[in-house]
């Protein structure tokens, strides 16, 4: 049973052939370090909405494509209300 601070388990089973591909968390932690280096000394007030939607835009694209344009099934998959995913769409202009 898990703890309610524990968070997603990704990439537990050994029998899935992504087992040995790092977390999707790792990527991300890559991708902010990255972006923080590049920053060269220079600040920003608002990494949080930029993360969102460096994040948000493109998992909304591939989840839709990989559901065939089905913004319910989508939802579904993303764990949201469709509501919500096409408010969404329509914020940053994909719908």
Do not use: W
């Amino acid at each position: 049973m898990r703890h309610r601070n524990e968070g997603p388990r990704l990439n537990v089973t050994a029998d899935r052939p992504d087992a040995n591909r790092a977390p999707l968390r790792d990527h991300v932690a890559t991708s902010v370090r990255r972006y923080l280096r590049d920053l060269n000394g220079c600040g920003t007030d608002d990494l949080y909405t930029i993360a969102l939607r460096e994040l948000e835009i493109p998992l909304f694209l591939e989840v839709l494509q990989h559901c065939d344009g089905n913004q319910s099934r989508a939802a579904a998959m993303l764990g949201i209300h469709r509501a919500t995913l096409r408010k969404k769409l329509r914020d940053y202009n994909m719908g």
